[in-house]
């Protein structure tokens, strides 16, 4: 079965600071993988996706995410980040193979100090 | 395009009361998702639906049940609502695995006391 691990559950980082946020997952075949976000009090929004090709994607308020097969990874990156940054990010792979259901992972809390 | 909408936002709810979360989608999708959200623990997969007429179980179906007679409109019914169902649910829309994102409404919260 297809899982997606986010060992952090809380990063802080300072504003203007870069950031990383991990992702590991475990599937067996190429993956199609989402980072969103969720602000306080609101639903979920998608950050970016890969599917295959150049394997840094870029997506949408200025970050990126890197898939390393290798290392069944998915990093989300920001090089500087703003206050407006701080909420939870999701990791997630849709499934192939006939399965309808995204898994996703539990989620990374950032908090941005000023 | 109002994408996935969501009513009511808030509810507080007597344990053993009923209700049912309406959750509507302009976009055409055939697929659509329920969630819940409790602190800490991400989100868990309650119902799906692959088109009108076609739901099935998710992760934690108990307690709850679901229709899709349009595909626009997937209510989420609670029957007999018990204190473990406080929580926050999400409706989630897509075209479909695995290509394509899932678009999530802005959420319910629910508090049954």
């Known amino acids: 079965a297809q899982s997606v691990t986010q060992p952090d559950i809380h990063i802080t980082v300072s504003e203007g600071a870069s950031l990383e946020l991990r992702c590991n997952y475990s599937y067996g075949a190429t993956p199609y993988l989402f980072w969103y976000v969720q602000s306080p009090g609101q639903g979920l929004q998608l950050l970016l996706k890969?599917?295959?090709?150049?394997?840094l994607v870029q997506g949408i308020k200025g970050f990126e995410a890197e898939f390393k097969r290798s290392q069944s990874s998915f990093n989300l990156r920001k090089p500087s980040v703003h206050w407006s940054d701080a909420a939870e990010y999701f990791c997630a792979v849709d499934p192939t193979g006939g399965s309808y259901i995204p898994t996703f992972g539990r989620g990374t809390s950032l908090i941005v100090h000023p | 395009n109002a994408g996935v909408t969501q009513t009511p936002k808030f509810r507080i709810l007597k344990i053993g009361q009923s209700m049912t979360l309406q959750c509507t989608q302009d976009m055409n999708h055939n697929y659509m998702y329920w969630y819940r959200q409790d602190p800490g623990m991400g989100l868990k997969l309650i119902y799906y639906?692959?088109?009108?007429?076609?739901?099935d179980k998710g992760e934690v179906p108990n307690g709850y049940n679901v229709s899709r007679s349009t595909t626009e409109d997937f209510p989420l019914r609670l029957e007999l609502a018990a204190p473990s169902q406080t929580s926050v649910y999400f409706c989630?829309?897509?075209?479909?695995?695995?290509?394509?994102?899932?678009?999530f409404g802005p959420g319910t919260r629910l508090t049954v006391l």
């Open positions: 989630a829309s897509s075209r479909g695995t695995p290509y394509n994102e899932q678009f």
């Open positions: 639906s692959v088109g009108a007429g076609i739901t």
């Open positions: 890969y599917f295959s090709g150049d394997t």
